[in-house]
């Protein structure tokens, strides 16, 4: 039998957690406990504010409780830190600590067949969107896991499944931008350290780099100055922002603790529309950025999508400074919430659809061969991260209805 080896933070922590645990629960379950019983006293006596009282308490006891979560999760992960934890397994999610820190996930490999699959798919849309007109360009986005290092019983096929697919979209002749090879030139951070997400520099990189291959594949006109990051006003908020992988390991879990969050807005005036679900009008600001996300709340929102606000299944934004521009369509993923709000500064309308079926996604979906038809865009553009059988299995590249 294994002996077990306690070093003395682990002791430490152990007695510190066990006080906390019966000091915070202890108090809640006294508190509603009286409560219930106050409730039980009122009713029995018809006195309708006693038991609007006593509910009014048990509400402001489950509001601390909020509070409690937070603080044991960040309990946990001082204590997963402290025992050299690489691997937490939390609901559906796993996830990794890399070597450098940073929160990662497992990345399995893609069957050849898969991927031959994705990209006829791909086919078909470049094929369509050509027949209506529109000039189509495929976004790679490079997965986080192709820069960090996982610990070796992890499987990490992030950059072998990244060379195929690549591979494979070049071989069909289909017009493919690379932006790892963009980011990889950057000299800010390209992900959240607690998220699997391109942070809003890699957004502007990706950005610039998608005008320039436009410019140089179909002759795209775009204003140069407005991919200049000094036409920019650059804040970086410290510690702002705890993204979705740190959401299920507590803060501490790499003692790099939250993401700082840097917001890029225009010097330069803007007038735009954005809708949605309600149509907003205004500047950069009042449209494309969501400002209330843009706070520290770790377990309670979603500071990234300060940009865009979030994941819709249909967007639309009007450049009222840009009237004579081009129409876009993008068909995105998440990834693409730092990248469409510097995007709609070159067009003047920049239509965008996420056709993913996860039930998170707001709005009703499109129908791209009806839309495209609709709206005769002049641009389809195709923006992705990695590709795996999970964004597969949930309708990721399901563009085009496999009947025609």
């Known amino acids: 039998m294994k002996h077990l080896r306690f070093n003395k933070n682990s002791i430490l922590f152990a007695f510190a957690a066990i006080f906390i645990v019966l000091g915070v629960w202890g108090g809640c379950f006294t508190q509603i406990k009286w409560d219930t019983l106050d409730i039980i006293g009122a009713l029995m006596h018809f006195d309708r504010d006693g038991v609007e009282e006593a509910l009014n308490d048990i509400e402001d006891v489950s509001n601390k409780e909020l509070r409690y979560h937070d603080l044991m999760m960040d309990i946990d992960s001082v204590k997963n830190n402290l025992l050299l934890t690489r691997i937490v397994i939390k609901d559906d999610t796993t996830v990794v600590k890399a ?32 027949r209506n007109g529109a000039h189509f360009l495929y976004c790679v986005a490079p997965k986080k896991e192709q820069y960090e290092q996982l610990p070796c019983n992890v499987d990490n096929y992030a950059w072998d499944n990244h060379d195929r697919f690549l591979r494979v979209l070049r071989e069909s002749e289909i017009p493919t931008v690379d932006f790892s090879e963009c980011l990889e030139k950057s000299e800010d951070a390209l992900f959240f350290s ?14 610039s780099s998608l005008c320039r291959e ?33 959401k299920k390991t507590g803060t501490y879990f790499s003692w790099q603790g939250a993401d700082d969050f840097t917001l890029i807005t225009p010097k330069f005036s803007t007038n735009m529309t954005e809708e949605h ?128």
Not at 225 to 237: A, G, I, W
């Open 99 to 130: 070597d450098s820190g940073s929160l990662c996930a497992p990345v399995n490999r893609l069957e050849d067949a898969e991927i031959e699959e994705i990209v006829s798919r791909i086919k078909k849309l470049e094929d369509y969107s050509e």
């Open 194 to 207: 607690t998220d699997h997400h391109w942070t809003t520099q890699s957004g502007f990189v990706a950005y």
């Open 277 to 404: 679900d309600v149509k907003r009008e205004g500047s950069f600001e009042e449209t494309v950025l969501f400002m209330q996300h843009l706070k520290k709340d770790y377990y309670h929102d979603n500071t990234y999508v300060t940009y865009s606000g979030g994941d819709f299944h249909q967007q639309i934004i009007e450049n009222k400074q840009n009237l004579t521009g081009t129409k876009i369509l993008i068909i995105r993923d998440s990834f693409a919430c730092v990248v469409t709000p510097f995007l709609a500064l070159q067009a003047a309308e920049l239509y965008i659809c996420d056709i993913r079926d996860y039930d998170y996604l707001s709005g009703f979906p499109v129908n791209l061969e009806t839309y495209i038809q609709d709206i005769k865009p002049e641009y389809v553009i195709v923006l992705y991260s990695g590709v795996d059988s999970d964004q597969n299995a949930h309708g990721k590249f399901n563009f085009l209805p496999t009947t025609n």
């Open 214 to 246: 436009l410019s140089s594949r179909y002759g795209f006109e775009f204003n140069e100055q407005y991919t200049c990051l000094e036409n920019f006003d650059v804040s970086t908020y410290s510690d702002l922002f705890l993204g979705s992988k740190g």
